[in-house]
C-alpha cells in the first residue's frame, strides 16, 4: 500500500539552527512528493515539490528537500531557522487523484 | 484572485443531527477534493471531484457521508447522523486540472465539526 510516514512527531531547534525533517515513502513506482506546512488557522501552505529530475528541490521561505530513492526519502531542509518557521509540516506523495499525507512533524522554535 | 474558502470555519452539532460542509473552490479549477484531519493526524483522502462527478470517493468512510458538486465549482459534504467520531476538520482543497499527481493542490483553511 503506498504510505508515507513521518518518524518524528516533534522537533525543537534553536533560531539560527538547521533544521532536517526526515520522510519516508512506500510507493511502488516514483511517486510525486510534496511538502506541506500549516500554521495554527491557516491551510495548508507548499513549500515545495518533487516530480523527477533533479533530486534536490528548492522552495519558498528558503525550504529545500532532496529525494533519495536508495532510501525512499524525501527530507525537508533549512539552514537557518526563523522563529516564524513554528509551525506543523506534512510531507506528502499523490497517486493521481489523492494525496497520501504523513502524520506531521511539529516543530518549535526557541529563542 | 481568491483562494479556496470554506465556511462554516466552525460548526458545533448533537451527536444524531445532520451536517452540511460547503466549500468554494479556486475559479476555473475542475478538480475538487475533500480530506478529514482528525486530530494528532495528516489528512485523510475522502472523496475528488472531476468536474460535477465524483471520480474517487474511495475514502468516505461510510454511507453516511455525501458529497456533491452540482455545477462544478462549490461542493457540498454532507453528513447524516453524526457520531463523536466525525469530530475532526474538514478540508477541501482544489486544483486546476485533477487526474494527475503532479496537478498542485491549494487548501481552504479548513471547518471544524465538533460533535457533542
Known amino acids: 500500500a503506498q504510505s508515507v510516514t513521518q518518524p518524528d512527531i516533534h522537533i525543537t531547534v534553536s533560531e539560527g539552527a538547521s533544521l532536517e525533517l526526515r520522510c519516508n515513502y512506500s510507493y511502488g513506482a516514483t511517486p510525486y512528493l510534496f511538502w506541506y506546512v500549516q500554521s495554527p488557522g491557516q491551510g495548508l501552505q507548499l513549500l515545495l515539490k518533487?516530480?523527477?529530475?533533479?533530486?534536490l528541490v528548492q522552495g519558498i521561505k528558503g525550504f529545500e528537500a532532496e529525494f533519495k530513492r536508495s532510501q525512499s526519502s524525501f527530507n525537508l531542509r533549512k539552514p537557518s531557522v526563523h522563529w516564524s518557521d513554528a509551525a506543523e509540516y506534512f510531507c506528502?506523495?499523490?497517486?493521481?487523484?489523492?494525496?497520501?499525507f504523513g502524520s506531521g512533524t511539529k516543530l518549535n522554535v526557541k529563542p | 484572485g481568491a483562494g479556496v474558502s470554506q465556511t462554516p470555519s466552525n460548526k458545533v452539532t448533537e451527536k444524531g443531527k445532520y451536517v452540511e460542509l460547503r466549500c468554494d473552490p479556486i475559479?476555473?479549477?475542475?478538480?475538487l477534493y475533500w480530506y478529514r484531519q482528525s486530530l494528532g493526524q495528516g489528512p485523510e483522502f475522502l472523496i475528488y471531484f472531476q468536474g460535477t462527478g465524483a471520480a474517487d470517493d474511495s475514502g468516505l468512510p461510510n454511507d453516511r457521508f455525501f458529497a456533491v458538486r452540482p455545477e462544478g465549482s462549490v461542493s457540498t459534504l454532507k453528513i447524516q447522523r453524526t457520531e463523536r467520531g466525525d469530530s475532526a476538520v474538514y478540508l477541501c482543497a482544489s486544483s486546476l486540472m485533477g487526474g494527475q499527481g503532479s496537478d498542485e493542490q491549494f487548501f481552504g483553511p479548513g471547518t471544524r465539526l465538533t460533535v457533542l
Open positions: 506528502a506523495g499523490s497517486n493521481f487523484n489523492k494525496f497520501y
Open positions: 518533487y516530480f523527477s529530475g533533479d533530486t
Open positions: 475559479s476555473g479549477h475542475t478538480a
